[in-house]
T-cell receptor
Framework: GAVVSQHPSWVICKSGTSVKIECRSL??????MFWYRQFPKQSLMLMAT?????????EQGVEKDKFLINHASLTLSTLTVTSAHPEDSSFYIC??????????????FGPGTRLTVT | AQTVTQSQPEMSVQEAETVTLSCTYD???????LFWYKQPPSRQMILVIR??????QNATENRFSVNFQKAAKSFSLKISDSQLGDTAMYFC??????????FGAGTILRVKS
């Protein structure tokens, strides 16, 4: 099956700094990528949807200036958490979709990134 | 807006037995997709099964099957011959127009030996 990777898997940063999380589709072209946030034992909340070469579409309540998303190529999307604060600590998951594939109905999920802001 | 409700926060089942996880959803649309995802302790999301709303036949994948009741807006997951590796959080999800997924709150399933 299609593989999506995320890097780093775990990152600790100090309050006020920025951190970048990468999401890569390893064996397919991801025309659309999604970014989710998940708190412990809770559901996934969609933050934004990005299409390659276009600006991301953010969900209501998500600060676009704080969570910068760049989908610069068909295999890479990045999420940058700017001026991070402890309340930004969470598990961030990306997923990717290949609209041209036979399994275009499926979102392929990355393994997630745990962000801890101290 | 579409919503997905999973009313069972936690469930337990003995190994080799059968368990059913409940899911209801709300939409005024007629064509949509429904999914069950599994999230084991590794937190990697895994697609378990999917159902297209226009198909009346219930989807099955090996030990996993669904009971799709479109009029009742119900989409339950049955796991037969439960295995220890089935221990995970299970999410029901709804997708409209092949756009974004809306997830339910999840059900933690523990399979006991």
């Amino acid at each position: 099956g299609a593989v999506v990777s995320q890097h780093p898997s775990w990152v600790i940063c100090k309050s006020g700094t920025s951190v970048k999380i990468e999401c890569r589709s390893l064996d397919f072209q991801a025309t659309t990528m999604f970014w989710y946030r998940q708190f412990p034992k809770q559901s996934l909340m969609l933050m934004a949807t990005s299409n390659e070469g276009s600006k991301a579409t953010y969900e209501q309540g998500v600060e676009k200036d704080k969570f910068l998303i760049n989908h610069a190529s068909l295999t890479l999307s990045t999420l940058t958490v700017t001026s991070a604060h402890p309340e930004d600590s969470s598990f961030y998951i990306c997923s990717a979709r290949d609209w041209s594939g036979l399994r275009s109905y499926e979102q392929y999920f990355g393994p997630g990134t745990r962000l801890t802001v101290t | 807006a579409q919503t997905v409700t999973q009313s069972q926060p936690e469930m337990s089942v003995q190994e080799a037995e059968t368990v059913t996880l409940s899911c209801t959803y709300d939409t005024s649309e007629n064509n949509y997709y429904l999914f069950w995802y599994k999230q084991p302790p590794s937190r990697q999301m895994i697609l378990v099964i999917r159902q297209e709303a226009y198909k009346q036949q219930n989807a099955t994948e090996n030990r996993f099957s669904v009971n799709f009741q479109k009029a009742a807006k119900s989409f339950s997951l049955k796991i037969s011959d439960s295995q220890l590796g089935d221990t995970a959080m299970y999410f029901c999800a709804f997708e409209l127009n092949r756009n974004k997924l809306v997830f339910g709150a999840g059900t933690i399933l523990r399979v006991k030996s």
